[in-house]
């Protein structure tokens, strides 16, 4: 079998409607879709894992951890994490401070696992 299809249509109506019906609306698949989508990038993630272990961290010290040389790259991706509700920024004078909230610390444990200082990830 080459591939992922079954070769005879055999529906356990009542136990599959089951499933069907519990799972969450389209919409908010969506939305924890777009959640999800913001860590696979492997910038923004990295900001993630700064932010979780560095609780709360400005846009230049981020863009010093992340190896980049640009705030605006740094900014950017903040942004998607801030618009798929998982990152807080805050301004403190001249600076802008970020930290990871409580739904960007459970989707990270739970997308790549609990993170412990000095383990690889």
Sequence with gaps: MGEDRCELLCIDF???EGLRTALPP???????AEKLR???DPTRLRIAHALHIGDELCVCDLAWIVGSS???LVSHHLRQLRSAGLVDSRRDGKLVMCRLNTTGHRLLDAAVGTIVEGEPA
């Design 38 to 40: 913001a860590l696979g």
């Design 26 to 32: 389209a919409d908010e698949l969506t939305r924890r």
């Design 70 to 72: 640009s705030q605006g």
């Design 14 to 16: 009542d136990h599959v």
